[in-house]
Every structure is written in C-alpha cells, then in structure tokens.
C-alpha cells in the first residue's frame, strides 16, 4: 500500500488537547517536508502547519496552541493542539509536499492522507 493515515480526531471540549497522527507506509516521507491541512464545512482546505527540514511554521490562528513533531523511526507526523477552540472544528489532513515547493497551498502536495475529523464544542 502507498498512503497516508491520519488519526487520533474525535470530540473535545474547548480549552482540551488532542494530539494528531499521520502515519506513511509505503512512501517515503522522511526526505519530504509534511504539511497540515484542515477543512471546514463549507470552506477551502486551510493551511495549518508544516514540517520542512528544522523550520516548522504555522499559520497565525494555530501559531502558539499547535505544534508539528516527527519519529522518522515510525515515518509518524504529529501536531500537536492544545488550548483548542470551536473554530478549530474540521477534518485534518495530512499531506506530503512535492520536491521544489514549500507547501503553504494545497497544489504544493502530491500526496494526501483520507482526513481525521475533530469535533471542539463550547
């Protein structure tokens, strides 16, 4: 098999963590930078954060409460979200960026994971 799993969604109160996984199997990802995404009902695919090299970065709404970690060992992605709020509400997406680009817009990734949904309430 040749994809992406992301895992670790579900339904938390505001102000609650949850930590996201983004597993690879049969494609290699180490080498590759891996980016965040997330998409709300209605609306386009959001950037969220991406691991390139030694310089994560993130957008200005998760900058602070989210943070990206990697084990190459388990070819395992992670973002990290605390301090999380209803407007964080939608399904996140893992994806891997394509060689030259630098992964801030979605046509940066050649490859996507099947999304994991998370659920803030009030």
């Known amino acids: 098999q040749v994809q992406l799993v992301e895992s670790g969604g579900g339904l938390v109160q505001a102000g609650g963590s949850l930590r996201l996984s983004c597993t690879a199997s049969?494609?290699?990802?180490?080498?590759?930078?891996m980016g965040w995404f997330r998409q709300a009902p209605g609306k386009e695919r959001e950037f969220v954060g991406i691991?390139?090299?030694?310089?994560?970065d993130y957008s200005d709404s998760v900058k602070h409460r989210f943070s990206i970690s990697r084990d190459n060992d388990k070819n395992t992605l992670y973002l990290q979200m605390n301090n999380l709020k209803p407007e964080d509400t939608a399904v996140y997406y893992c994806?891997?960026?394509?060689?030259?680009?630098?992964?801030?817009?979605?046509?940066?990734?050649?490859?996507w994971g099947q999304g994991t949904q998370v659920t803030v309430s009030s």
């Open positions: 691991s390139r090299g030694h310089i994560p």
């Open positions: 049969g494609l290699p990802v180490n080498n590759y930078a």
């Open positions: 994806g891997r960026v394509r060689r030259g680009y630098k992964g801030y817009t979605t046509g940066d990734y050649g490859y």
